[in-house]
């Protein structure tokens, strides 16, 4: 079976960092995606598509992007429940996040200069 999504798009909001108990870094982004196609009024919608990073690559994605930025992310695709506060399943669709590419220019880099970062996770 295969369960692999490639998915390139702008940060939405800018990356929470969190540690969970063990200490181990995640951060939690909701990427942008465009549709290929205009809607009835000819605009292009996009699609919110939650992420999870880990390790290293939460903290780089932290460290170096904000909401705008443009990155590329191959991952696998999760589904998750739990119960809320008032008593009610919530499920949860998520994207878990192999490797993130940086595809646009790094805060300290001129635009003349970008470059592009790949940090696999784990």
């Known amino acids: 079976m295969i369960n692999q999504v490639t998915l390139v798009g702008r940060l939405a909001r800018d990356p929470e960092l969190k540690k969970t108990t ?18 009835q009024n000819g605009e292009i919608e996009a699609d919110f598509v939650q992420c999870t990073l880990w390790r290293k690559a ?4 932290h460290q170096y992007c904000r909401k705008g930025s443009v990155v590329g992310i191959t991952g696998r695709l999760q589904t998750r429940n739990y119960e809320n506060k008032e008593g009610k399943r919530v499920y949860v669709t998520e994207v878990v996040a192999e490797t993130i590419r940086f595809l646009g220019a790094k805060p300290a880099v001129a635009a003349t200069e970008q470059k592009r970062e790949e940090v696999p996770i784990g």
Do not use: D, K, M, Q
């Not at 063990?22 to 809607?39: C, D, K, M, P, Q």
């Not at 939460?58 to 994605?61: G, K, L, P």
């Open 22 to 39: 063990e200490g181990t870094s995640v951060a939690h982004i909701t990427l942008a995606v465009n549709r290929h196609y205009r809607n």
């Open 58 to 61: 939460a903290e780089n994605t």
